[in-house]
């Protein structure tokens, strides 16, 4: 939700305090690897979990040309509900798996 947030102000301690909340999705790839890991059966653990992290790699680095791309066009906002929405659908993914 602290990417929603941050768009929609422009005081200088709040967007601290949201980029605060937010740096804790980054302790998540971390801990869905190793579910991951765990989870996947063994036959197909090693392609499973190399082509999750290919695709996961691919996001990542199309990202920030994405987010700039919009941002060149005027739309500066968008680009973090999109990461919101993004980050929730993996949350849910994961947790189904």
């Known amino acids: ?8 102000t422009d005081v200088p301690w709040s967007v601290v305090a949201i980029i605060v909340l937010s740096s804790a999705t980054l302790g998540f790839a971390t801990i869905t ?3 991951l890991l765990v989870i996947l059966p063994n036959v ?3 392609a499973g979990f190399g082509l999750l992290r ?11 040309v994405m987010v700039g791309a919009l941002a060149d066009q005027g739309f500066f906002n968008e680009p973090f509900f999109d ?3 993004l980050s929730e659908a993996m949350t849910i993914l994961v947790q189904r798996l």
């Open 1 to 8: 939700m602290s990417m929603v947030c941050l768009p929609l």
């Open 33 to 35: 690897q190793s579910y």
């Open 44 to 46: 197909t653990q090693g």
């Open 54 to 64: 290919t695709i996961s790699f691919g996001i990542g680095a199309a990202s920030p």
């Open 83 to 85: 990461l919101a929405v």
